[in-house]
């Protein structure tokens, strides 16, 4: 079969409903018409299709024709569904109007892996084992993959899944066209840190009748950005980002009150485990020292997403085999951001691949990142993406003889 060139016979009805997909971005674990998008889409396909019950997720098994030559093998393949609250600035003609974007390219991600359903089915018959498509919603910090793992997509086949693995596009950092993985870490853990210092507002003009909770609250931030360098090997490093501040109403009124939240990312268990234990001590003591209140809250949202490196390999020669070696370079760190996939890695063996979108007249090293609300991602990527997902699927679903 030459999947390469079964894609690019549907390139332009890929490019028709990522097009679409992309007008009409929809957030968190409820994208209904997303949904009813990709049910339309996967219509007339030998599939066996169900919904979800707490998300509006899509699961399709695809059952080979072929004869296994031992114990048959189930292959997932992932695309994630959700957009951003976020107003898109690209100016593109079929730039979305309803104030979401998808602005991390999952509606690309949604398209391929529809590709790469019509094109496994095409080749149902020489497939000696089944094939999971498990279109997600909620990626973008609802846990939409623990929802459907919870849900069972993992066995949605009737049998476990043996492989796992899932696309991500960038509209940076990467060329165009090329995709790009390493074994083992590949992306941060995340969790969300919430702060809130209770003290007694007063006049501005006397704060020592009151008991000032802002410069708490700002001794507090500093204290963070002190604990990551000095507690934390630089080699197994942390991130503390703080996005939110509030306090006060007025500029000469001490507020009863003032709260902050931030982001914090780990490359390790070990890490992580260290971040839940100094933190919380650390925000209370400083509390304590002013003699004011603090009510802390850290929560874990995804785990570090880990790729098994024979899996890695196995993708960067399918890759190199489908459209070429220099189309694969392996990624020299992992990178900060964070991944709900990471929750199917830790379960079954598999890779999370990334894949260059930029377009051909915009620099990678300085084009607008993923999650900018002028980020672009080229849609000529779509055939190669979807080629590389069945690709990844008929070469663990090959009949042994």
């Known amino acids: 079969m030459d999947l390469r060139d079964d894609a690019r016979s549907m390139q332009d009805d890929l490019v028709d409903l990522r097009r679409d997909l992309h007008q009409v971005p929809e957030v968190g674990l409820d994208l209904p018409r997303t949904q009813e998008r990709v049910l339309e889409a996967l219509q007339g396909l030998p599939l066996e299709v169900s919904t979800g019950t707490d998300t509006t997720?899509?699961?399709?098994?695809?059952?080979?024709?072929?004869?296994?030559?031992?114990?048959?093998?189930?292959?997932?393949?992932?695309?994630?569904?959700?957009?951003?609250?976020?107003?898109?600035?690209?100016?593109l003609d079929y730039a979305a109007g309803n104030g979401n974007m998808h602005a991390c390219g999952h509606d690309l991600h949604t398209t391929a892996l529809v590709g790469a359903a019509r094109l496994l089915s095409q080749h149902r018959d020489t497939l000696a084992g089944d094939v999971v498509f498990m279109f997600q919603p909620g990626e973008e910090g609802y846990d939409g993959a623990g929802v459907m793992?919870?849900?069972g997509v993992l066995d949605a086949a009737g049998r476990r899944v043996d492989h796992a693995y899932g696309l991500h596009v960038l509209s940076t950092h990467v060329p165009g066209g090329v995709f790009s993985s390493r074994a083992d870490t590949l992306m941060a853990a995340s969790y969300e840190l919430d702060v809130t210092v209770r003290g007694a507002g007063g006049h501005g003009s006397s704060p020592h009748l009151g008991r000032d909770p802002v410069q708490v609250l700002a001794e507090m931030i500093t204290s963070l950005q002190t604990m990551v360098t000095r507690r934390f090997d630089?080699?197994?490093?942390?991130?503390?980002s703080v996005g939110m501040v509030r306090a006060g109403t007025a500029r000469n009124v001490i507020p009863d009150s003032a709260s902050f939240q931030a982001t914090i990312r780990a490359f390790s268990r070990e890490a992580e485990e260290r971040l839940v234990q100094l933190i919380p001590p650390l925000m209370d003591s400083i509390a304590q020292a002013h003699g004011v209140d603090a009510e802390v809250r850290i929560a874990g949202q995804y785990p570090v997403t880990v790729n098994d490196g024979s899996e890695v390999t196995y993708g960067a020669g399918v890759i190199g085999e489908l459209i070429g070696d220099e189309r694969y370079v392996t990624m020299p760190n992992p990178t900060s951001g964070s991944e709900d996939f990471s929750r199917v890695l830790a379960e079954v063996p598999g890779a999370f691949i990334f894949l260059g979108a930029c377009p051909p007249d915009q620099e990678h090293g300085s084009a607008a990142p993923n999650h900018s609300p002028r980020a672009v991602f080229d849609d000529s990527i779509l055939g190669d993406a979807a080629a590389v997902y069945a690709a990844l699927a008929v070469g663990r679903l090959t009949p042994t003889r």
């Open 149 to 151: 793992l919870r849900e």
């Open 234 to 240: 630089v080699f197994d490093p942390v991130v503390v």
């Open 57 to 91: 997720s899509v699961t399709a098994v695809l059952r080979g024709g072929a004869v296994a030559g031992g114990e048959p093998t189930t292959v997932l393949l992932r695309g994630d569904m959700d957009g951003l609250p976020v107003g898109e600035e690209t100016g």
